[in-house]
């Protein structure tokens, strides 16, 4: 059974920090990309940031320079790093890995950017 498990949301004011993890069980984590989305109040999820098995990232354009995917093979573990964090950053971040019929998702973890 495959589980992502979010956690390292929160409350910051803008500007601030937040580091956001995600343990999953149950995939050869090695060997699967993963990616971080979002989702705002009212708007569509979108994709936030991923990286290749082998390391590569991608970033949308509005978080490039502040936000870092990461990730930690040894502990199955997916980060990404949330610096200067503005406004409309301020959503529901989601996990995702590939498989299945349409991939596998976290539960979520709420990001509020706020002052």
């Known amino acids: 059974q495959v589980q992502l498990v979010e956690s390292g949301g929160g409350l910051v004011q803008p500007g601030g920090s937040l580091r956001l993890s995600c343990e999953a069980s149950?995939?050869?984590?090695?060997?699967?990309?993963m990616a971080w989305y979002r989702q705002a109040p009212g708007k569509q999820r979108e994709l936030v940031a991923d990286?290749?098995?082998?390391?590569?990232?991608m970033y949308r354009d509005s978080v490039k320079g502040r936000f870092t995917i990461s990730r930690d093979n040894a502990k199955n573990i997916v980060y990404l790093q949330m610096n200067s964090l503005k406004l409309e950053d301020t959503a529901v971040y989601y996990c995702?890995?590939?498989?299945?019929?349409?991939?596998?998702w976290g539960q979520g973890t709420q990001v509020t950017v706020s002052s």
């Open positions: 995702h890995t590939e498989g299945g019929s349409f991939g596998y």
């Open positions: 990286i290749s098995r082998g390391g590569t990232t």
């Open positions: 149950g995939i050869s984590f090695s060997m699967n990309a």
